[in-house]
């Protein structure tokens, strides 16, 4: 019998944690949830929702999904405070923050949004609060780095957050006092079965590599990552740069364009001008989660060289397919990464930190298998989906 919803992981993963979710879900059938966030696609948060949205239903919540729909405008201002949140030093005019506030009352005038509960996620449809009379709870899931926010950014969007009942933040790293809200931790989690992670034979690996031109004899490093400055993939083709004078080795750069982000195609051209007559780097913007999978399997080691993270769910990924992972310790990554355990981690842009990490791995690849392994197990403990519906479940109990 084909098993389907929450039952496909029983026999991935400890049986208690299914039992947990069933139990928990039970006292809050029939919940009705909204999710809103700003694209169905490119990023963690969409990829996460594909999977959490369907299991809330499975599990006997009702559970609905609704975009901000966008203008780019807007989203241009949108990941400006993104940035600001991030630490950036931004300027946002007035006029660009009527438009945010403009756009998202239109959307909140149009979406039905009368449920039990509406998680918000990141800035994007922050102010929808503001345009809806409620007697529900709202909560602000705010999935990027916000360990040292740019002090004027957080304060215009300050007023925002403090309307929201509660605050979900994927790390302790990232509390913040200043938001006098209560703040729960809930770090996200990856679905063993999407396409993105469900187990591939080596045929299938090899046709979807050759499909793309992943070919030749050297090992390959791979980042797979949006064209975004704080997955600095300028820093990458840096620290592979000075691997390769110690180890043979190619570089894949992987990396689809998030609807909601304006800034991923200037990026991409300007990576695309420094590996032009580069064969040894492989640069590939297309949306193939198979890719992605295949890629991650196949690597010798994956790097996730990130400046600010606000998870890093591609270590999870990585690590789950027991591919060791070389990573900056921000944001949510340590959490993943057990230095020394189940990966290495470097300070952001210790160009000779990661060259040491790397080359190391290259060349030992018993310490390969054993950082994979371990790796793969601490990925099934703590980041598989059924734990993130959990987490959620409980707290949902909470603010019923
Ligand atoms: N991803 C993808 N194709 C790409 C780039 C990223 O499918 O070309 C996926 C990646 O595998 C991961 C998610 O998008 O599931 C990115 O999540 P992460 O937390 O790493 O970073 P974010 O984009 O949310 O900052």
């Not at 703590?382 to 987490?391: A, E, K, M, Q």
Request: charged content about 25%; hydrophobic content about 40%.
């Amino acid at each position: 019998m084909e098993r389907i919803g929450i039952e496909k992981y029983d026999g991935v993963m400890d049986s208690a944690v299914l039992s947990e979710v069933q139990r928990t879900a039970r006292a809050i059938y029939g919940m009705h949830v909204l999710h809103v966030n700003s694209t169905f696609h490119g990023g963690g948060v969409a990829s996460m929702l594909n999977s959490l949205v369907p299991l809330m239903n499975d599990v006997g919540i009702n559970a609905d999904w609704n975009l901000l729909y966008g203008d780019p405008a807007v989203f241009a201002v949108t990941k400006k405070i993104h940035n600001g949140l991030q630490g950036e030093s931004v300027r946002l005019t007035d006029q660009e923050l009527d438009a945010y506030l403009a756009l998202n009352r239109t959307c909140a005038l149009y979406s039905p949004m009368a449920h039990d509960v509406v998680i918000v996620h990141d800035p994007q449809p922050l102010p929808m609060i503001r345009f809806v009379r409620r007697a529900n709870p709202w909560v602000w899931r705010c999935h990027i780095d916000v360990s040292a926010p740019n002090e004027d950014v957080e304060l215009a969007v300050r007023p925002l957050i403090a309307r929201y009942d509660a605050a979900v933040v994927s790390s302790e790293r990232f509390r913040r006092p200043s938001w006098h809200l209560d703040t729960y931790v809930i770090p996200p989690a990856i679905d063993p079965f999407s396409d993105l992670n469900r187990e591939m034979s080596e045929a299938e690996i090899d046709g979807k590599l050759d499909q793309y031109g992943i070919v030749g004899a050297e090992p390959f490093l791979l980042q797979v990552s949006r064209f975004d400055k704080w997955k600095d993939p300028m820093g990458v083709i840096r620290v592979f740069d000075t691997v390769r004078q110690e180890a043979p080795c190619r570089l894949v750069l992987l990396g689809s364009m998030a609807t909601d982000d304006p800034e991923g195609p200037a990026l991409f051209r300007e990576v695309q001008k420094a590996v032009e007559k580069r064969p040894d780097i492989t640069l590939i913007t297309a949306s193939d989660p198979l890719l992605v999978n295949a890629a991650q399997r196949r690597a010798a080691v994956v790097v996730q060289l990130s400046l600010r993270e606000g998870f890093g769910l591609t270590v999870s990924e990585a690590l789950w397919k027991g591919t060791p992972v070389v990573a900056t310790s921000v944001g949510g990554i340590p959490l993943q990464i057990i230095d020394g355990k189940t990966g290495s981690l470097v300070s952001p842009g210790d160009v000779q930190g990661a060259t040491e990490r790397i080359t190391q791995l290259l060349q030992h690849p018993s310490r390969r298998e054993e950082f994979g392994g371990a790796g793969r197990e601490h990925v099934r403990e703590h980041f598989l989906i059924p734990r993130l519906l959990l987490d959620w479940l409980r707290l949902l109990n909470r603010l019923a």
